[in-house]
């Protein structure tokens, strides 16, 4: 610190330093005379000039002088310069030069006019006032000091005690007790307390004390007292009264001392009053707040202990000891705890309203410890009442309820009452959370609490109020709802089992949108029964309880048990419906019981189960597949069972529920549908099963109540009620469209997002979960809203296909009711515009009415598909078809019969009860028979309703197919756009779409060819069945079964076929004029060659079963099962197809047994009703006309054909190989499918013409196959030997060797082709005359207008197959050999396909008409399109094959074969390029005959390259009962295939069974040619069988 006195001013004292220093000194006074700063100063100077003396730089005298002038200047100088005297007296009195010291007494002497003496005595040292002569000796004055300290500081004034001056306490006393209810005041007497005092010599804390006694004996005095108090505390010090009290809280705090509720009221009065402080208050109570911090921690461990114990498994010889501890326990806990005096405070601080203090003492403590005990809770829920007093009497107290009202404290510092709900904010709601589950001491309060909610609520939800206002009430509603949460939820499972407060309280949460309510339950679940240990004992208890009823729940017991449940879920619900929910989880057996046992619930109850079931669901921790992962887990199928049948029972609110499934469908998941479609089910009545009976779909196609009576399996009744809550909730919130597009989008979902990795089983389960709960929950909602609901609801078709992207069959199904309700209304408008009652009015009304509703639908439906598609069907025909239903097709006449006659039955059943009592049975026949009324009526309304369809249809039919294209396209776009995806759609549709194109046909729409329909119904159907989930399957087999039953019936009886086919367009077959003039004449099919069309069918369906029980893959042999069990009554009829399927089917359970049990179950079942058909199968030449087997093999040839055995040519040709698009179309299927299905198909052609022997040889032929497989596993030269000798079966007989070889079916086909080639390279002479005959033959044929009958068939086959020279066949058969050698690349298909019938049925000239008539096509693309694929389909399979199997030939013989091949090859060309000049000339000559016929064989000529040509020789080739003989050359060629042509031929023979395959059997006068041919192969041969031999090995 700087110097404030320099040295310049010492030495130039006299001159001017004394100035300097007195002016400083003034200047340092007057301007920081209030500051330290200044203070600090002015003693640094003071202390710099007493230095400069005691260094001898200044004189004492001169230092004193002017001292003397400056110690005016502040009061405080003397104390300022004794200060400074006292640093200088410490320093020097250390120093050793004697001088120093000197200087400084002699400066202080000097000075001592300026400081007092006492001053100087207090500060300086005892020998320095010595020396200074201030007092006599030093040791003296020290004692004296001890001695007055001693006095001042530890000895304690003795006042006279109450023994001594007894009298003044007296009269104190008196003073304070007498009466003061006059005019008496605290002054006065406080005047006359202090007279006592000085009177009688009173201790003042004695008197304060009795003055605090007395008041604790006269609380009622608090006017008087407390300001007496307040003035006496002038006299005392601050905290006397805060120690007197303490002391006396102290006196109490004994073990066995117990404080008085009067002092505690005393000192919470002085707190409120803010005599005392709580801070100097809180310290001289007991407990310690470590104390109580560790009671709590201990409260919590005992409450856990206790849940351990409850939990545990005790075995009974345990028990007893368990018992005893716990005895001796609860005596040490009933041993008194020692008492609180802190929560006395707070109780008494509570009851006078002093909510300020109450509230710290709670903070300083752990949450909720005080109100865990009792007095506090109560005392705090008193001070609640009186709070919210004025509030509830003006909106809280309900209609007609007097209540008592409650008196508002005294006391003015108490609360401020609450006159609005913003009042409760500030401190009652404050007060509630400090209450917390203690809420539950005072019911009634929490009454109060809940009906003020109530009434808040009604305001918050009434609109009109202000934005500040609404800003408000949401933080009020906020604050309501964390009441709720802390305080009422937790007070309530405190309670015992307050069914009314249960109830109360729903009133208010009713309130509340059920998102919020399901968060309170969800907290008050998981979260507030841990938050302290009073609600951890209670789970614990519930739990226990719970478990205790479960044990004990049964059918019979259902209603005591029920009570007991009704008890314990008032206060615990969601504890409760949680382990509830486990056990049924666990044991389905459970649901029936527990429904009916909940009863006894309160609606908050009933919403807390809905919660609680949402939970259940939800829980992630859950599989929802079982460990197989092929099936949906049972505690699922459990909680979803026990969904339906309790939503169904009890009102609970299914909003939730609804929406947790359109959030889990949002998610794309679709376990959840398994719940909304029990919901559905129990709810409204409306069962989806795949189980379904005729007589059920029957009724199901009436009105609504028929489907009622006669369409479920249960009687469901009394669904009015729920069905109108489901309804309601759906409408209520918006769920009803959004969950239909919502499963209509994800059943596409399940596939390609779900599915991913799950088994193809399981996702077939989910696809059928979705798609059934989407048909029931659509249905539920046609039948249930309203016609405006749904219109309003359901957008327009095009919208909901292509902004929704809802598929076309799910968005018709949603629309349909719609068009259903509007066309009615409309209807119903126009009757009552005019009241015209004429039946041809009320049809015009209809059509127009129609024509109205559906015009916005055609235009609607065009862009739903590509603009070529309405080429060939109409817009008008596609949404017609959509939007009709069963019920507008045919009314169930035999349903409503048999419901009626129940209905009769049942009346006379109560008739003759004698029973029941009257008035019972007169209400029940009162119901039968108003049954049978409506039932009658609606009979009558749904047959006009049928009629006016029909009538509508008949005017519509001419516009439905415009088949631009060909039939053949427009039967195409039918069955794929309508028939097939609605068939599959519910079992209601399937049988719907059997009737419409029954109803088609009826109607004798132009352009629908039925024929076509049916064939391409049943030809193919393994692809339809492989791709169809389990339930599709079973509605695709009713599907088939009702197709089936409309094609038996008509192949019943010929008078039927006559009526109902006989002359129809559907019917109508192209027969192809022979002679030039061209013209082709439409005929009808004849009833014999319908029959074997109709065995065609079956022998496909057959062969398409087979195919699918042969795979080994799950889903084709389970669907084909099904679909087989469901067309069981029409199929099979014939018995040889029965008896193949039978062995099939027995194979499979054999070997399913133990592998795939379901699939075992399903073909047993099968396998049994398969067998109990058997009586009624019959043989095949029952089921159509068959010829005996005639003496050469043409007759067995001609049998086999079961499309086309007595058919002309042509016809055989339209109408037997119906199924094919275009062959083009069929190559790239099967070029897609060659290489994965490659093996199935070799199976299956192996296997086929195993089912399908004959009637007759059957027996024979079987034996035949056992011996030749024995043989050729023996050896192949001897097999040779041995097959020329014996009477060979057939090749399809051959092929059913083990080790399944397929050669002899290519061999045929191929050879086929070959023959055909040659035939065409013919001298044209021969042809040409050949044809002149023929062509007159038809000619004649034309006139009579007959269909050629078998036998001129036959007899025209056999001339040819002798005219036929044997030079073409031996070329054919080396062609044939070598080419096979090679790998079968170039095999002409042409001719293959223009061949539709085998060589020996139809004759050259007619071949070369047909040859012609290809040729003569104006499109050249067709033939040769249809060649180059199959080629390369060929090419591509044998190239494929090749690289696995080739036989190990050595180079040198490849190379020779490959030679002989390239001679060939070229030969071939240059006699193609020669034949192709003869046809053009003949080409040019045939446009002139016939310019008429060219568009018509076009089309012709189309059908056959689209197939139709083929399926004769397909299914004779594969036909069940085949030639008994076989040719020995293709024996021979059997041997002389390779091995890797064999592979790569398995396809092939598929292709070609669809073109050529094996169609060619010889004759028996082949035999001589075969000798001739085998010596000329002789040398040409060897080759081959080494070739042979080497592939054998190989294979």
């Known amino acids: 610190m700087a110097a404030l006195l320099p040295a310049e001013w010492i030495k130039n004292w006299e ?87 000197d200087y400084f007494t002699q400066l202080v002497l000097a000075c001592l006019y300026l400081v007092s003496d006492t001053v100087l005595k207090e500060r300086l040292d005892p020998e320095t006032l010595e020396s200074l002569g201030l007092i006599k000796q030093s040791q003296q004055f020290n004692q004296k000091s001890v001695k007055i300290k001693t006095k001042l500081f530890y000895k304690q004034q003795k006042f006279n005690l109450l023994r001594e001056e007894n009298e003044g306490y007296a009269k104190l006393i008196a003073e304070l007790g007498q009466d003061l209810s006059g005019n008496i005041t605290s002054d006065l007497i406080l005047e006359n307390i202090k007279s006592l005092i000085g009177c009688f010599n009173l201790d003042p804390n004695r008197v304060l004390d009795i003055i605090l006694e007395v008041y604790e004996c006269r609380p009622e005095y608090d006017d008087f007292f407390v300001p007496l108090i307040e003035s006496y505390m002038y006299m005392c010090e601050p905290q006397t009264l805060c120690h007197i009290l303490g002391f006396k809280f102290k006196f109490y705090q004994d073990p066995s001392g117990e404080t008085p509720s009067s002092l505690y009221r005393v000192a919470a009065v002085l707190l409120q009053h803010n005599l005392i402080d709580l801070e100097d208050l809180y310290v001289h109570l007991l407990p310690g707040d470590n104390a109580i911090i560790e009671e709590h921690k201990r409260e919590i461990v005992e409450a856990k202990q206790i849940v351990r114990k409850l939990t545990m498994v005790v075995l009974s010889s345990e028990k007893t000891e368990e018992k005893e501890k716990e005895k001796e326990k609860e005596e040490e806990k009933t041993e008194k705890p020692p008492d609180n005096q802190k929560l006395g405070l707070l109780e008494a601080l509570l009851k006078i309203g002093d909510w300020q203090h109450a509230q710290s003492i709670m903070d300083q403590m752990p949450p909720f410890y005080a109100t865990s005990h009792k007095p506090i809770a109560v005392a705090l829920c008193q001070l609640v009442h009186v709070t919210i007093e004025p509030l509830y009497r003006r909106v809280g107290v309900p209609k007609g309820a007097k209540g008592s009202p409650i008196s508002s404290l005294p006391n003015k510092r108490a609360p401020k009452q609450a006159d609005s709900f913003e009042d409760l904010r500030k401190e009652v709601f404050n007060m509630l959370c400090y209450l917390g589950p203690h809420l539950s001491h005072d019911p009634i309060l929490f009454a109060k609490v809940v009906r003020l909610g109530k009434a808040f609520m009604k305001e918050f939800q009434s609109d009109g109020s202000k934005q500040e206002d609404k800003d408000k009430m949401e933080l009020l509603f906020s604050c309501l709802l964390s009441i709720t949460d802390q305080v009422l939820l937790p007070s309530l499972s405190l309670m015992d089992c307050n069914a009314c407060m249960s109830e109360e309280l729903w009133g208010m949460f009713k309130t509340f949108p059920y998102q919020y309510r399901y968060r309170l339950y969800g907290q008050w679940k998981n979260e507030t029964y841990n938050s302290h240990p009073l609600l951890v004992k209670v789970k614990a208890q519930t739990i226990d309880r719970a478990k205790y009823i479960m044990k004990r729940l049964t059918k019979e017991n259902v209603k005591p048990s029920g009570r007991q449940i009704g008890k314990l879920s008032h206060s615990n619900p969601t504890i409760l419906f ?20 909940l009863k006894y619930l309160t609606s908050l109850n009933y919403d807390v189960l809905a919660y609680c079931i949402i939970e259940a669901l939800a829980n992630p921790e859950k599989e929802r597949m079982k460990h197989d992962d092929t099936t949906i887990s049972s505690w699922l199928q459990s909680l979803a069972s026990f969904c339906g049948a309790v939503f169904r029972k009890y009102p609970i609110e299914l909003a939730g529920l609804l929406q947790y499934v359109a959030n889990q469908l949002k998610a794309g998941k679709s376990f959840d549908l398994l719940i909304l479609k029990e919901v559905v089910q129990k709810m409204a009545g409306i069962e989806i099963t795949e189980e379904m009976t005729m007589e059920q779909l029957e009724a199901m196609t009436g009105g609504e109540q028929l489907k009622a009576e006669g369409g479920y399996f249960g009687q469901i009744r009394n669904t009015k009620k729920s069905s109108q809550r489901l309804k309601d909730a759906l409408l209520d919130h918006d769920l009803a469209l959004p969950l239909c597009l919502l499963m209509a989008q994800q059943r596409n979902g399940v596939i390609f997002q779900e599915g991913g990795e799950k088994h193809l089983k399981l996702v077939g389960k989910l696809y059928d979960q979705c798609h059934d709960t989407l048909v029931q929950f659509g249905g539920f909602l046609a039948s249930n809203l309203s016609t405006e609901d749904y219109i309003k609801r359901v957008p327009s078709i095009d919208v909901l296909c292509n902004e929704f992207h809802t598929p076309h069959d799910a968005a018709f199904f949603l629309s349909r009711p719609m068009y259903a309700h509007h066309i009615s209304s409309k209807y119903d408008e126009l009757k009552k515009a005019e009241k015209g009652n004429k039946q041809q009015h009320k049809v015009h009304k209809y059509i127009t009415s129609c024509e109205l509703v559906m015009a916005p639908v055609h235009d609607a439906v065009i862009s739903l598909h590509l603009p070529k598609v309405w080429d060939d069907i109409s817009p008008q025909f596609y949404a017609t078809f959509w939007s009709l239903t069963m019920y507008d097709l045919a009314v169930p006449h035999s349903s409503y019969d048999r419901e009626v006659n129940k209905l009769k039955v049942q009346m006379k059943a109560i008739d003759d009860n004698q029973e029941m009592p009257p008035n019972k049975k007169k209400k029940e026949k009162e119901r039968c028979t108003a049954l049978q009324d409506k039932l009658l009526e609606e009979e009558k309304k749904q047959l006009e309703h049928v009629q006016r369809v029909l009538q509508r249809l008949k005017l519509e039919k001419d516009n439905w197919l415009l088949a631009k294209s060909t039939k053949n396209e427009t039967i195409t776009k039918f069955l794929q756009l309508c028939i097939f995806p609605r068939c599959i759609f519910s079992a209601i549709d399937a049988v719907y779409c059997a009737h419409f194109v029954e109803l088609v046909h009826q109607q004798k729409t132009p352009n629908f060819s039925t024929l076509l329909c049916y064939d391409r119904v049943f030809s193919d159907i393994i692809y339809t069945v492989a791709s169809c989930t389990e339930n599709e399957a079973s509605r695709y087999g009713r599907f088939l079964c009702c197709m089936l039953e409309t094609v038996t019936r008509w192949h019943s009886d010929r008078v039927i076929y006559e009526k109902e086919c006989g002359n129809y367009p559907g019917f109508l077959t192209i027969l192809r004029a022979t002679g030039f003039d061209g013209g082709n ?148 299927k099967l070029k897609e499918k060659s290489q994965g299905v490659v093996k199935v198909i070799n199976k299956v052609v192996n296997a086929t013409p195993k089912v399908t022997t004959s009637n007759g040889n059957s027996a024979s032929n079987s034996k035949i196959v056992k011996e030749k497989d024995e043989k050729e596993k023996s050896g192949k030269e001897k097999d040779k030997e041995k097959k020329d000798k014996t009477p060979a079966a057939t090749p399809e007989m051959k092929a059913l060797g083990k080790d399944g070889k397929d050669k002899p079916k290519e061999e045929r086909a191929n050879k086929d082709e070959k023959a055909r080639e040659i035939k065409e390279k013919t001298p044209k002479s021969d042809k040409e005359k050949e044809k002149v005959k023929k062509e007159e033959k038809a000619s004649k044929e034309e006139k009579s207008k007959t269909v050629v009958t078998i036998v001129e068939s036959k007899s025209t086959a056999e001339k040819e197959r002798e005219k036929e020279p044997s030079r073409e066949r031996d070329v054919a058969k080396e062609m044939k050999s070598k080419e096979n050698a090679k790998g079968g690349e170039k095999i002409p298909v042409a001719g293959s396909l223009k061949s539709p019938v085998p060589r020996s049925e139809i004759s050259e000239s007619e071949r070369e008409q047909k040859r012609r008539k290809v040729d003569t096509h104006s499109s050249p ?80 000529r189309r059908k056959e390259e689209n197939g139709t040509t083929g399926s004769s020789k397909h299914s004779k080739s594969e036909s069940p009962s085949d030639s008994p003989r076989l040719n020995e050359k293709e024996k021979e060629k059997n041997k002389s295939k390779s091995s890797g042509k064999e592979k790569g031929d398995s396809i092939k023979a598929e292709k070609m069974e669809k073109s050529s395959s094996g169609s060619k059997k010889e004759s028996r006068h082949d035999k001589e040619k075969t000798e001739k041919k085998e010596k000329r192969e002789s040398t040409g041969g060897k080759e081959e069988k080494k070739h042979h031999k080497s592939s054998d090995k190989h294979r």
Not at 583 to 592: A, E, G, H, V
Not at 1086 to 1091: A, S, T
Not at 1160 to 1183: H, T, V
Request: glycine share 4%.
């Open 15 to 101: 001159k001017g330093g004394k100035n300097e220093f007195v002016q400083l000194c003034r200047t340092l006074s007057e301007n920081k005379s209030h500051d330290s700063m200044g203070f600090r100063d002015i003693q640094q100077a003071l202390y710099e000039l007493a230095y400069h003396v005691v260094r001898g730089n200044l004189k004492h005298d001169q230092a004193s002088n002017v001292l003397g002038d400056v110690i005016e200047f502040r009061e405080d100088m003397p104390s300022i310069l004794a200060d400074v005297f006292c640093i200088l007296d410490i320093e020097t009195s250390c120093l050793e030069e004697k001088n120093k010291r």
């Open 1081 to 1228: 004449k439409a005929d009808q099919l004849d009833y014999e060659n319908f029959r074997h069309v109709v065995h065609k069918w079956h022998y496909k369906l057959t062969k398409a079963s087979v195919h699918c029980l042969e795979t080994g893959e799950y889903t084709h042999i389970r669907n084909i099962l099904i679909v087989l069990t469901k067309i069981l009554p029409w199929y099979p009829k014939v018995l040889n197809l029965g008896q193949a399927l039978e062995r099939r089917v027995h194979k499979i359970c054999q070997e399913e047994k133990e592998k795939r049990p379901d699939l075992y179950a399903l073909a047993m079942g099968y396998s049994g009703q398969l067998k109990s058909r058997k009586p009624f199968m019959i043989p095949e030449n029952e089921f159509h006309h068959k010829d005996p087997p005639a003496r050469n093999a043409v007759a067995a040839t001609v049998q086999n054909g079961p499309g086309g055995a007595g058919m002309p040519t042509s016809l055989t040709i339209n109408t037997v190989r119906l199924e094919e698009s275009t062959t083009e179309e069929t190559a790239e």
């Open 1421 to 1500: 693309s067709h033939s040769s399109t249809v060649k180059d694929n199959l080629n390369e389909l060929k090419d591509s399979s044998a190239k494929h094959y090749i690289n696995h199997t080739t036989p190990a030939l050595s180079k040198s013989k490849e190379r020779e074969v490959d030679k002989k091949d390239l001679d060939k090859s070229r030969e071939r060309s240059r006699e193609r390029e020669k034949k192709d000049e003869k046809d053009r000339k003949e080409r040019k000559r045939d446009h002139s005959n016939s310019d008429r016929e060219v568009p018509q064989d076009s089309t012709k």
């Open 578 to 597: 949680d382990y509830i929910l486990s056990q049924i989880q666990k044991y389905d057996n459970l649901i029936t019981p527990v429904v009916d046992s």
